[in-house]
């Protein structure tokens, strides 16, 4: 069933999307539209790009903590990624998901997986993410 990437959990959970990948940091405060899902942070290279339902692979956050305010609300509105993985501990996207399961009784996973880790995957690929931290690639779309 393809490639198998162990991720460290930072919030448990599990999903079944499209990855959608940059390399690139972000701030959500100005540069995500948390009532769509859109990236509309103009000079991001997913700049235009809707992110909602989708597993987000980003290195971090960039900002402050407005990240987390616009992440929870993103999940209220169920405009927010499936999931997150990034390739450091971003305190700001976690605690996004920790306060929405206790507000909204809903949660989405954030992953940290390992740079060398990230370059296997292209935007398109098809992930399934399980509980204990495995991310297994379905499909790719460099086959």
Do not use: C
């Amino acid at each position: 069933m393809g490639r198998v990437i162990e991720g460290k959990v930072i919030v448990a959970g599990t999903g079944r999307g499209e990855a959608i990948i940059t390399d690139e940091p972000l701030s959500f405060w100005g540069g995500y539209d948390h009532q769509s899902g859109e990236i509309t942070d103009r000079r991001h290279p997913l700049s235009g790009q809707n992110v909602a339902g989708k597993i987000l692979v980003i290195p971090f956050s960039r900002g402050s903590s407005t990240t987390t305010a616009v992440l929870l609300e993103a999940i209220r509105e169920h405009t927010a990624p499936l999931a997150i993985l990034t390739t450091s501990v971003d305190s700001f996207f976690a605690l996004a998901s920790i306060v929405a399961d206790e507000m909204y009784a809903r949660s989405i996973p954030i992953l940290v997986i390992e740079p060398k880790d990230a370059g296997y995957l292209a935007s398109g690929d098809k992930l399934q993410i399980e509980l204990d931290g495995t991310i297994r690639i379905l499909e790719t779309v460099n086959q």
